[in-house]
């Protein structure tokens, strides 16, 4: 359901209000992985490993598995039967180390509120400007939890026989806020500007249905309140400008419009195109691991990054156990001297923290079971942002009267600028966090060529 209207504001043709309202509902699944028909009998994996005793090759498996001695280990003598991957030993009754799905029964549609507010003005002939007010509201997310994560203070589960518990619920929330500018410079004297500046924010309470891993996960699951923040996908501003510009040379053109025909072969039909753009970055989260593994950290000082800082672009300050000796994190080498986290992250409070021998307060990794989740918040660090420039050049010329070419050189990240990832570590137990190893895909710079014929 969508309904957009628009008014004429002073009556002069010249500016114009626009609003519009929808709302939409979708399906979310989520990929096959989380349908109730994965949920054994009806499907089921079986994992044999080495570790277990197997001893599997091409051709079948040893006979003598899983108690194979070292001089058996023969593999041409590998032609017993493969394993089958029948689960023999599983009872429905009192299942045992399996992993199933479920699905809340008061899951209902997820859905997605739209609006926005516009106000256009033409200035001159050819020329626009914008302002916007953009907003969305999602109501009904797909989210995705382990209903059997191990729990905090206890380091229990709610069901030990059994392995993750992935449940499907329709109780998430996003909101996003916008406000957009725009100018439009149409083509005329062979030149065509358009810019456009989006500042924005996203917040939900959640991760996407095929957004789970990686440490997407809510450090409590009975306790969604405290994964209220910045979207994954927040980029809080966008700045793009792009222009196209036919060189005002040869037949047709301000100068050397009566040249001949071969002349304008050379000097004619060119054209410039660029598009520049600057934004910023995405949010990620600075994690702790321990037990349980879900946990954040705990936030005790003012956030701040420095963007340019390969090795360390999150302020997080480390110091050693003993200043007048040199780094040394292993326990089992003479003058162990490991350093601890200072601020503004620190671990949270656990039931047998490993401190510095010199000082007990100082805590230099968790140990035992997390006490309560990290009061650090979901995605409260912004990763780096970047500025590219792509460029190209366009070669127009006539073939026969119904058929033009284009020949074409475009390049894209002209300077080849990094355009840095968000850090590879962000686990403060790693005493490395904010290290940055990558770039973004396919962001390094590009040159195509590329022949196009129209007819």
Not at 204 to 211: I, Q, S, V
């Amino acid at each position: 359901m969508a309904r957009p209207e628009r008014y004429d504001l002073l009556g002069d043709g010249k500016t114009v209000l626009r609003g519009g309202y929808g709302l939409f509902y979708f399906i979310d699944r989520g990929g096959i992985d989380n349908q109730l028909a994965q949920n054994p009998p009806f499907a089921g994996v079986q994992t044999v490993t080495y570790k277990q005793g197997a001893r599997v090759t091409l051709s079948g498996s040893l006979p003598c598995e899983p108690t194979c001695t070292p001089a058996q280990l023969i593999s041409t003598n590998a032609t017993g039967p493969l394993p089958t991957g029948v689960l023999t030993n599983f009872d429905l009754s009192t299942p045992t180390g399996v992993s199933v799905v479920g699905i809340l029964p008061s899951n209902v549609t997820p859905m997605v509120s739209e609006w926005n507010l516009q106000i256009q003005h033409q200035v001159g002939t050819n020329q626009s400007v914008s302002i916007a007010y953009v907003g969305t509201h999602g109501a009904h997310l797909v989210r995705n939890y382990n209903a059997n994560q191990t729990l905090f203070n206890t380091g229990g589960n709610l069901y030990p026989n059994l392995g993750s518990i992935d449940i499907q619920d329709t109780r998430g929330k996003s909101d996003y806020h916008a406000l957009q500018f725009e100018y439009q410079h149409r083509l005329s004297h062979g030149l065509t500007v358009t810019g456009a500046f989006t500042w924005s924010k996203t917040l939900d309470d959640g991760f996407g249905n095929l957004d789970a891993g990686g440490g997407n996960v809510p450090q409590l699951y009975t306790d969604y309140g405290i994964e209220r923040g910045l979207s994954n996908q927040d980029v809080d501003y966008v700045l793009s400008a792009s222009a196209l510009y036919e060189l005002p040379f040869g037949r047709g053109k301000r100068w050397g419009g009566d040249v001949s025909r071969w002349v304008d072969y050379a000097i004619g039909g060119w054209q410039l195109n660029g598009i520049y753009s600057l934004q910023g970055g995405t949010p990620f989260s600075i994690t702790a691991s321990g037990n349980p593994s879900t946990a954040r950290a705990d936030r005790a000082g003012k956030i701040s990054v420095s963007p340019g800082n390969i090795p360390s672009y999150v302020g997080e300050t480390f110091a050693l156990c003993n200043p007048s000796l040199p780094l040394q994190p292993d326990p089992n080498k003479p003058n162990y001297n490991p350093n601890y986290p200072v601020g503004p992250f620190l671990f949270p409070a656990s039931s047998a923290p490993n401190t510095c021998l010199n000082d007990a307060t100082k805590v230099v990794s968790p140990g035992g079971v997390y006490l309560a989740p990290g009061t650090a918040g979901r995605d409260i660090v912004r990763g780096p942002g970047f500025s590219n420039i792509d460029f190209a050049l366009f070669k127009n010329f006539p073939v026969t009267e119904h058929i033009k070419g284009q020949f074409r050189v475009q390049t894209y990240n002209l300077t080849n600028t990094p355009h840095f990832s968000n850090p590879a570590d962000t686990n403060l137990n790693d005493h490395q966090i904010g290290r940055i190893n990558s770039v973004l895909t396919n962001s390094w710079r590009q040159v195509e060529l590329a022949l196009r014929f129209t007819f």
